[in-house]
């Protein structure tokens, strides 16, 4: 993947690129030098650079265009001008990703904040879970998937939307497991699990249970500390 970028253009992304990870996810493509997309698993955003051209400039397709633009555009650019193409828009996702208006929902990002704290262990760590770990957790979401189908045919009308947003990001996880670091396993599952206890205390107990059943015994092995103290945290609230 990074072959197909010149050297001397890759050095100057790169910082960028670091800078930018906590909101964006980096995709393979055969036919781009650069293809990215929005970190939030519900966004349509993407930067996408096409392969250089004979003289040596770049196509550039990026969604959106600009802070007052929500639009596509096509444009081209040269190795040097890249950076700061990418810094533009990633600077989009990260205003989005911290204001906070009348369509987030305050509750859940407490939720949210309140599970990463216990499941993010380094926020640094590169690493995936190694594959004993990606089964475990890849078993664990699919009878995850489950109890929230089951559960949707009983909940009351103002919860299944709830309930369908956690199916999506559940089964999204699942997809995306093989290619998630660490950091970004926790925050999924974070997020997931304050999509559940939403949508019913009831509900999130047999989701976390699942999860000590399938989950906690695997990772604990690579001695993650938090972990355990994390279940025994939850353990005291819900018994």
């Known amino acids: 993947m990074k072959k197909k970028i010149p050297i001397a253009v890759l050095e100057l992304i ?17 036919d781009l030098s650069l293809s990215l997309k929005d970190a939030d698993p519900d966004s349509k955003f993407y930067f996408k650079c096409g392969l250089q051209r004979e003289d040596k400039n770049f196509v550039i397709d990026v969604y959106p265009v600009s802070r007052d633009h929500l639009m596509p555009s096509t444009f081209v650019t040269t190795g040097e001008n890249l950076p700061k193409h990418i810094e533009k828009w990633v600077n989009i996702l990260k205003d989005y990703s911290e204001i906070v208006t009348i369509y987030d929902d305050p509750i859940l990002k407490s939720y949210e904040q309140e599970f990463e704290d216990f ?19 890849d078993n664990y979401l699919t009878r995850a998937v489950k ?8 909940v009351a009308e103002d919860k299944v939307d709830i309930v369908n947003a956690a199916i999506k990001d559940c089964e999204s996880f699942q997809e995306e497991l093989p290619e998630l670091n660490n950091n970004e396993t926790a925050q999924r599952l974070a997020h997931f699990w304050a999509k ?14 699942e999860f000590q059943k399938k989950v906690i015994e695997a ?21």
Do not use: C, H
């Not at 499941?119 to 957790?137: A, G």
């Not at 604990?220 to 353990?235: C, E, F, H, I, N």
């Open 196 to 209: 559940t206890r939403k949508a019913g205390i009831g509900l999130f107990k047999k989701i976390y249970e």
């Open 119 to 137: 499941t993010i262990v380094n926020p640094e760590d590169d690493s995936p879970l190694n594959i004993q770990k990606q089964i475990y957790l």
């Open 14 to 30: 790169t910082p960028v690129l670091n800078k930018a990870k906590p909101y964006i996810k980096v995709e393979n493509s055969n």
């Open 147 to 154: 109890l929230l189908k089951d559960y949707k045919e009983t």
């Open 219 to 239: 990772m604990a092995k690579d001695g993650v500390q938090r972990l355990p103290g994390m279940w025994d945290g939850l353990w005291d609230l819900l018994n």
